[in-house]
């Protein structure tokens, strides 16, 4: 039996809600006290950006997650909602997750998480079962009950799943079935120092992936896969840095987007840097992301 395809892209997990504060330098020195401007609630978590991003270039996107039924679930909620994103929710007993981000002069944040993780928490599979089959390609956010998704995924080439271990340090236990499961790797080079390249070849040798992408921030990216180890430039900012917060989940969003338009990996790097550097310009996790128009425009 075929099915028609429904979905370009499915978002497993990541949800959350952000409670930005701006703060006058980072890392912060202890006072008591510190005046700040509006502290703001945004809807963030990287799975949200991912969701957010796709949709906003045009892809057809299904998001699935698990909130609480507390304001901060009914916010993300109703935020998907209102921009058009189709999404599959599940009650979270622990609440929704949630994070402090703390944002300097400069855009460079600190982000406190606050996961609530519950031990053996699973996603309901009548959520994604029928996307995921139908869909061009899933993302796995690093949510720990994500990692069960990955035997209904055994079956799909290893192309057309993704996940993004963010600030993975190459130790960390808890990254390694996504790190391993996953056929297109993107990860931060932030805790990765001098190991870069020896963690990425470890992730392209111990498991499915095809091609690992790292970031580097202003510096660009690498890319490792069948070609060997590459280097690219970031792009240029279109305005001052306003915020760096979402400006990676911003770039696999464009990413995805080339390699969903049948892109080579070189284009697909420049249109996830374009959308990167358009992120850091707005302030917010994923308030403004880019668009089709805007990013086409750009490259």
């Not at 209102?82 to 599940?90: L, M, S």
């Not at 993004?164 to 993107?186: E, K, M």
Request: glycine share 10%; net charge negative; charged share 25%.
């Amino acid at each position: 039996m075929t099915h028609d395809v429904t979905h370009d892209v499915v978002v497993i997990g990541g949800t959350g809600v952000d409670t930005t504060v701006y703060v006058p330098e980072l890392p912060l020195p202890y006072a008591d006290t510190y005046a700040v401007p509006p502290v703001v609630d945004r809807i963030g978590n990287t799975g949200s950006g991912v969701a957010l991003g796709c949709h906003a270039l045009g892809l057809r996107v299904r998001l699935v997650d698990l909130v609480g039924d507390d304001p901060q679930g009914r916010f993300i909620r109703a935020h998907m909602e209102e921009r058009g994103v189709e999404a599959g929710w599940a009650l979270a007993p622990q609440g929704t997750r949630r994070s402090v981000l703390l944002v300097g002069p400069d855009g460079r944040r600190t982000s406190l998480f606050d996961p609530r993780v519950v031990p053996d928490e699973r996603l309901p599979r009548e959520l994604y079962l029928d996307a995921v089959r139908d869909a061009r390609h899933v993302h796995v956010s690093i949510t720990d009950f994500s990692r069960h998704v990955y035997p209904d995924l055994a079956g799909r080439p290893a192309a057309t799943v993704s996940t993004d271990l963010h600030d993975w340090d190459g130790d960390n236990d808890h990254h390694r079935d996504f790190a391993y499961s996953s056929g297109l790797v993107f990860l931060s080079e932030t805790a990765l120092g001098s190991r870069r390249e020896e963690v990425m070849r470890h992730i392209l040798d111990a498991g499915r992936a095809q091609t690992v992408v790292c970031t580097a921030g202003a510096e660009g990216c690498h890319v490792l896969d069948a070609d060997g180890l590459r280097h690219f430039p970031a792009a240029p900012l279109p305005g001052p840095v306003a915020d760096s917060n979402g400006a990676g989940d911003a770039f696999v969003s464009g990413f995805l987007y080339g390699r969903l338009h049948g892109r080579p990996v070189e284009e697909c790097v420049r249109l996830g840097a374009v959308a990167g550097a358009h992120a850091c310009t707005v302030q917010g996790t994923h308030e403004d992301p880019i668009t089709e128009k805007t990013l086409l425009d750009r490259v």
